[in-house]
């Protein structure tokens, strides 16, 4: 596709509920990301994918939260028994140059999630 | 550590004036740095980067940024702003983890109001 495209881009759940957030980065990007942007602040780094191995995931705040990129395209975010704290926009980024100075990382519309 | 600062929350310029939107950083090494704007519900749009070479950095729809390393700013500026430039603008330098990760350090942003 022409950009990143993200879905749903609005999820509501419950508290404890399991939810999964996927991303479609830009046709042969290799690198992926994940952020997460909570109201008034600057997003905060999640996990980075190189290919389908997660190569940098010291981001993810705990173990309720996974990601998967099985065939190094589309990647799925994974909140297990969700708390009213991850109510934030997901966002989703991705790039063809990844480790060099000259990357440049695309973003999505990003997910809304919303815990009740 | 790496950390960006955007020192003021909010900017007002009338449409036709010139506008400066301001970042400062703190970096280990070389500073790579970034300037996104976010409009509203939708994805956070890249304007333009420094790498290194000319400290005047054009970008896009306008906008360019200076890089100071004296002062440590990349100032984000336009000769004479348009109304559609009222958005979210965040400044961002990058920060190498691990597997050659070169995740985004964001700063708070800053909101940009042009009147008519």
């Known amino acids: 596709g022409a950009g990143v495209s993200q879905t749903p881009s609005n999820k509501v759940t419950e508290k404890g509920k399991y939810v999964e957030l996927r991303c479609d980065p830009i046709?042969?990007?290799?690198?992926l990301y994940w952020y997460r942007q909570s109201l008034g602040q600057g997003p905060e780094f999640l996990i980075y994918?190189?290919?389908?191995?997660?190569?940098?995931d010291s981001g993810l705040p705990n173990d309720r939260f996974f990601a998967v990129r099985p065939e190094g395209s589309v990647s799925t975010l994974k909140i297990q028994r969700t708390e009213r704290g991850d109510s934030a926009v997901y966002l989703c980024?991705?790039?063809?140059?990844?480790?060099?100075?000259?990357?440049?990382?695309?973003f999505g519309p990003g997910t809304r999630l919303t815990v009740l | 550590a790496q950390s960006v600062a955007q020192p003021e929350d909010q900017v007002n310029v009338a449409e036709g004036n010139p506008l400066t939107v301001k970042c400062t950083y703190s970096?280990?090494?070389?500073?790579?740095l970034f300037w996104y704007v976010q409009y509203p519900n939708r994805g956070l749009q890249f304007l333009l980067k420094?790498?290194?070479?000319d400290n005047l950095v054009k970008g896009s729809y306008g906008f360019e940024a200076e890089f100071n390393k004296s002062q440590t700013s990349f100032h984000l500026k336009k000769p004479s702003a348009l109304v559609s430039d009222s958005a979210l603008y965040f400044c961002?330098?990058?920060?190498?983890?691990?597997?050659?990760?070169?995740?985004?350090?964001w700063g708070l942003g800053t909101s940009l109001a042009v009147n008519p």
């Open positions: 420094y790498i290194t070479g």
């Open positions: 994918f190189q290919g389908t191995g997660a190569a940098d």
């Open positions: 970096v280990s090494g070389n500073p790579y």
């Open positions: 961002a330098v990058t920060h190498r983890g691990a597997g050659n990760n070169r995740k985004l350090i």
């Open positions: 980024a991705s790039s063809s140059q990844p480790g060099t100075s000259t990357d440049t990382q695309y």
């Open positions: 046709s042969g990007h290799t690198a």
